[in-house]
């Protein structure tokens, strides 16, 4: 089994910064990809920001040029800059692990921007 340990998310201010971080631990062997989606209220559930185990990254169009997602062995991080409040909702890390290409989630961690 992998489990994975999110933290940093909050309530901040339009135009304000967090990061957010995942520690993902158990069996894991190796990562073929990380990522962080969220999912707001009445919305379906969208990758943010995703890093392949040779560190290629994509972003949504809706956040590029203020997000950046970074990975240190088996932590993923997310810098949110600029937050905006349609930023708001509960982001998730994911994982995809090698060879299986077993998919994991962590619990969520709401993210809140006021206006």
């Known amino acids: 089994q992998v489990q994975l340990v999110e933290s940093g998310g909050g309530l901040v201010q339009a135009g304000g910064s967090l990061r957010l971080s995942c520690a993902a631990s158990?069996?894991?062997?190796?990562?073929?990809?990380m990522g962080w989606y969220r999912q707001a209220p009445g919305k379906q559930r969208e990758l943010v920001a995703g890093i392949t185990s040779g560190g290629s990254t994509n972003y949504a169009d809706s956040v590029k040029g203020r997000f950046t997602i970074s990975r240190d062995k088996n932590t993923v991080y997310l810098q949110m800059n600029s937050l905006k409040p349609e930023d708001t909702a509960v982001y998730y890390c994911?994982?995809?692990?090698?060879?299986?290409?077993?998919?994991?989630w962590g619990q969520g961690t709401q993210v809140t921007v006021s206006s």
């Open positions: 158990g069996s894991i062997f190796s990562i073929n990809f």
């Open positions: 994911n994982v995809v692990r090698n060879p299986d290409l077993g998919n994991y």
